[in-house]
T-cell receptor, first 111, second 112 residues
Protein backbone atom coordinates (compact mmCIF):
# COMPACT_ATOMS: atom_id res chain seq x y z
CA UNK A 1 0.00 0.00 0.00
CA UNK A 2 1.37 3.38 -1.00
CA UNK A 3 2.01 5.79 1.85
CA UNK A 4 0.03 8.44 -0.01
CA UNK A 5 -3.23 7.44 -1.67
CA UNK A 6 -5.24 9.67 -3.98
CA UNK A 7 -8.74 9.43 -5.37
CA UNK A 8 -10.15 9.49 -7.89
CA UNK A 9 -7.51 8.42 -10.38
CA UNK A 10 -9.36 10.11 -13.24
CA UNK A 11 -11.95 12.86 -13.12
CA UNK A 12 -13.96 14.45 -15.89
CA UNK A 13 -16.02 17.55 -15.16
CA UNK A 14 -18.03 20.13 -17.01
CA UNK A 15 -16.87 23.72 -16.95
CA UNK A 16 -18.17 25.48 -13.86
CA UNK A 17 -18.44 22.38 -11.68
CA UNK A 18 -17.02 22.19 -8.17
CA UNK A 19 -14.23 19.62 -8.01
CA UNK A 20 -12.81 17.69 -5.09
CA UNK A 21 -9.71 15.50 -5.10
CA UNK A 22 -8.91 13.48 -2.00
CA UNK A 23 -5.65 12.34 -0.46
CA UNK A 24 -5.02 10.00 2.46
CA UNK A 25 -1.63 9.50 3.98
CA UNK A 26 0.11 7.30 6.50
CA UNK A 27 1.84 7.89 9.81
CA UNK A 28 5.14 9.74 9.53
CA UNK A 29 3.95 12.28 7.00
CA UNK A 30 4.30 15.75 8.53
CA UNK A 31 3.01 18.02 5.78
CA UNK A 32 1.20 17.78 2.46
CA UNK A 33 2.04 19.25 -0.89
CA UNK A 34 -0.47 19.65 -3.65
CA UNK A 35 1.22 19.82 -7.03
CA UNK A 36 -0.11 20.46 -10.50
CA UNK A 37 1.48 18.86 -13.53
CA UNK A 38 0.52 20.54 -16.76
CA UNK A 39 -0.10 18.57 -19.97
CA UNK A 40 3.29 19.85 -21.13
CA UNK A 41 4.93 18.12 -18.16
CA UNK A 42 5.94 21.01 -15.90
CA UNK A 43 5.27 20.65 -12.16
CA UNK A 44 4.07 23.55 -10.04
CA UNK A 45 3.63 23.55 -6.30
CA UNK A 46 0.09 24.75 -5.45
CA UNK A 47 0.00 24.43 -1.68
CA UNK A 48 2.02 23.15 1.21
CA UNK A 49 0.02 22.68 4.38
CA UNK A 50 0.46 21.00 7.71
CA UNK A 51 -2.81 22.15 9.30
CA UNK A 52 -6.07 23.91 8.52
CA UNK A 53 -6.96 25.35 5.18
CA UNK A 54 -5.35 27.44 2.45
CA UNK A 55 -6.94 29.31 -0.43
CA UNK A 56 -5.46 30.70 -3.60
CA UNK A 57 -7.87 32.03 -6.18
CA UNK A 58 -10.31 29.25 -7.07
CA UNK A 59 -8.22 26.60 -5.33
CA UNK A 60 -8.75 25.54 -1.74
CA UNK A 61 -6.76 22.93 0.15
CA UNK A 62 -7.71 21.47 3.50
CA UNK A 63 -6.04 19.00 5.80
CA UNK A 64 -7.33 16.98 8.74
CA UNK A 65 -4.34 15.79 10.73
CA UNK A 66 -6.29 13.45 12.99
CA UNK A 67 -7.83 11.65 10.05
CA UNK A 68 -4.65 11.95 7.92
CA UNK A 69 -6.66 13.26 5.04
CA UNK A 70 -6.39 16.24 2.72
CA UNK A 71 -8.62 17.56 -0.03
CA UNK A 72 -8.05 19.88 -2.95
CA UNK A 73 -11.10 21.77 -4.17
CA UNK A 74 -11.49 23.74 -7.37
CA UNK A 75 -14.42 26.12 -7.58
CA UNK A 76 -15.94 27.21 -10.90
CA UNK A 77 -13.70 24.82 -12.84
CA UNK A 78 -12.36 25.85 -16.23
CA UNK A 79 -10.82 23.86 -19.09
CA UNK A 80 -7.45 25.43 -18.27
CA UNK A 81 -7.60 23.56 -14.92
CA UNK A 82 -7.15 20.33 -16.88
CA UNK A 83 -3.97 18.76 -15.52
CA UNK A 84 -2.72 16.02 -13.25
CA UNK A 85 -2.97 16.94 -9.58
CA UNK A 86 -0.52 15.19 -7.30
CA UNK A 87 -0.65 14.91 -3.54
CA UNK A 88 2.76 14.47 -1.90
CA UNK A 89 3.49 13.85 1.74
CA UNK A 90 6.57 15.26 3.38
CA UNK A 91 8.38 12.63 5.44
CA UNK A 92 11.28 13.51 7.66
CA UNK A 93 14.19 11.12 7.92
CA UNK A 94 17.22 12.10 9.95
CA UNK A 95 17.97 15.78 9.46
CA UNK A 96 16.07 16.24 6.22
CA UNK A 97 12.89 15.18 4.53
CA UNK A 98 11.65 14.07 1.18
CA UNK A 99 8.38 13.90 -0.69
CA UNK A 100 6.36 10.71 -1.01
CA UNK A 101 4.04 11.05 -3.98
CA UNK A 102 0.53 9.85 -4.68
CA UNK A 103 -0.19 8.48 -8.12
CA UNK A 104 -1.98 11.60 -9.24
CA UNK A 105 -5.49 12.52 -10.34
CA UNK A 106 -5.95 13.32 -13.99
CA UNK A 107 -8.55 16.06 -14.28
CA UNK A 108 -10.22 16.94 -17.54
CA UNK A 109 -12.61 19.88 -17.60
CA UNK A 110 -14.85 20.01 -20.65
CA UNK A 111 -16.17 23.32 -22.02
CA UNK B 1 14.65 34.17 -15.11
CA UNK B 2 14.09 30.48 -14.49
CA UNK B 3 14.31 29.53 -10.83
CA UNK B 4 15.24 25.88 -11.37
CA UNK B 5 16.64 24.95 -14.76
CA UNK B 6 17.64 21.63 -16.25
CA UNK B 7 19.61 20.72 -19.34
CA UNK B 8 19.04 19.08 -21.65
CA UNK B 9 15.26 19.01 -21.95
CA UNK B 10 15.38 15.91 -24.13
CA UNK B 11 18.07 13.24 -24.22
CA UNK B 12 18.05 10.28 -26.59
CA UNK B 13 20.88 7.81 -26.30
CA UNK B 14 21.90 4.21 -26.82
CA UNK B 15 22.04 1.49 -24.19
CA UNK B 16 25.39 1.30 -22.48
CA UNK B 17 26.25 4.98 -22.86
CA UNK B 18 27.09 7.34 -20.01
CA UNK B 19 25.17 10.60 -19.79
CA UNK B 20 24.70 13.56 -17.45
CA UNK B 21 21.78 15.83 -16.72
CA UNK B 22 22.50 19.25 -15.25
CA UNK B 23 20.41 21.18 -12.75
CA UNK B 24 20.88 24.72 -11.51
CA UNK B 25 18.81 26.80 -9.09
CA UNK B 26 19.13 30.55 -8.57
CA UNK B 27 16.92 30.68 -5.48
CA UNK B 28 19.68 30.37 -2.93
CA UNK B 29 18.11 27.17 -1.63
CA UNK B 30 20.01 24.76 0.57
CA UNK B 31 18.58 21.44 -0.52
CA UNK B 32 18.23 20.00 -3.99
CA UNK B 33 16.54 16.82 -5.17
CA UNK B 34 16.35 14.46 -8.11
CA UNK B 35 13.08 12.68 -8.89
CA UNK B 36 12.23 10.08 -11.49
CA UNK B 37 8.82 9.96 -13.17
CA UNK B 38 8.19 6.62 -14.83
CA UNK B 39 6.02 5.76 -17.81
CA UNK B 40 2.98 5.53 -15.54
CA UNK B 41 3.64 9.10 -14.41
CA UNK B 42 4.55 8.02 -10.89
CA UNK B 43 7.12 10.28 -9.20
CA UNK B 44 9.73 8.90 -6.86
CA UNK B 45 12.62 10.46 -4.96
CA UNK B 46 16.10 9.47 -6.07
CA UNK B 47 18.50 11.73 -4.20
CA UNK B 48 18.66 14.85 -2.11
CA UNK B 49 21.68 17.04 -1.35
CA UNK B 50 22.10 19.55 1.45
CA UNK B 51 25.23 21.70 1.54
CA UNK B 52 26.98 19.30 -0.82
CA UNK B 53 26.26 16.33 1.37
CA UNK B 54 24.11 13.43 0.24
CA UNK B 55 21.32 13.01 2.76
CA UNK B 56 18.86 10.61 1.26
CA UNK B 57 19.70 7.92 -1.22
CA UNK B 58 16.69 5.78 -1.97
CA UNK B 59 17.41 2.37 -3.45
CA UNK B 60 18.52 3.41 -6.90
CA UNK B 61 21.19 1.56 -8.86
CA UNK B 62 24.73 2.73 -8.22
CA UNK B 63 24.96 3.53 -11.93
CA UNK B 64 23.27 6.77 -10.89
CA UNK B 65 25.48 9.28 -9.12
CA UNK B 66 24.57 12.82 -8.09
CA UNK B 67 27.34 15.39 -8.26
CA UNK B 68 27.15 18.82 -6.67
CA UNK B 69 29.98 21.20 -7.61
CA UNK B 70 28.38 23.95 -5.49
CA UNK B 71 25.19 24.79 -3.62
CA UNK B 72 23.40 25.98 -6.75
CA UNK B 73 24.03 22.87 -8.84
CA UNK B 74 23.11 19.21 -8.57
CA UNK B 75 23.95 17.16 -11.64
CA UNK B 76 22.88 13.60 -12.25
CA UNK B 77 25.34 11.26 -13.91
CA UNK B 78 24.19 7.90 -15.24
CA UNK B 79 26.58 5.12 -16.26
CA UNK B 80 25.83 2.19 -18.55
CA UNK B 81 22.33 3.32 -19.43
CA UNK B 82 19.62 0.67 -19.61
CA UNK B 83 16.24 0.62 -21.33
CA UNK B 84 14.51 0.87 -17.94
CA UNK B 85 16.19 4.19 -17.27
CA UNK B 86 13.90 5.83 -19.81
CA UNK B 87 11.82 8.30 -17.84
CA UNK B 88 11.42 11.98 -17.09
CA UNK B 89 13.86 13.22 -14.46
CA UNK B 90 12.97 16.26 -12.40
CA UNK B 91 15.28 18.38 -10.32
CA UNK B 92 13.85 20.42 -7.42
CA UNK B 93 15.11 22.70 -4.68
CA UNK B 94 13.90 23.74 -1.24
CA UNK B 95 14.86 26.41 1.25
CA UNK B 96 15.64 25.34 4.82
CA UNK B 97 12.95 27.60 6.19
CA UNK B 98 10.11 26.07 4.19
CA UNK B 99 8.89 22.70 2.95
CA UNK B 100 7.83 24.09 -0.44
CA UNK B 101 9.78 22.64 -3.32
CA UNK B 102 10.38 24.26 -6.69
CA UNK B 103 10.66 21.97 -9.67
CA UNK B 104 12.70 22.20 -12.81
CA UNK B 105 11.04 21.59 -16.19
CA UNK B 106 12.18 17.99 -16.40
CA UNK B 107 14.49 16.05 -18.71
CA UNK B 108 12.94 13.34 -20.83
CA UNK B 109 15.51 10.55 -21.19
CA UNK B 110 14.96 7.91 -23.87
CA UNK B 111 17.30 4.93 -24.00
CA UNK B 112 17.22 2.98 -27.25
Amino acid sequence: KNEVEQSPQNLTAQEGEFITINCSYSVGISALHWLQQHPGGGIVSLFMLSSGKKKHGRLIATINIQEKHSSLHITASHPRDSAVYICAGYRWGGSQGNLIFGKGTKLSVKP
Amino acid sequence: DTAVSQTPKYLVTQMGNDKSIKCEQNLGHDTMYWYKQDSKKFLKIMFSYNNKELIINETVPNRFSPKSPDKAHLNLHINSLELGDSAVYFCASRAMSTDTQYFGPGTRLTVL
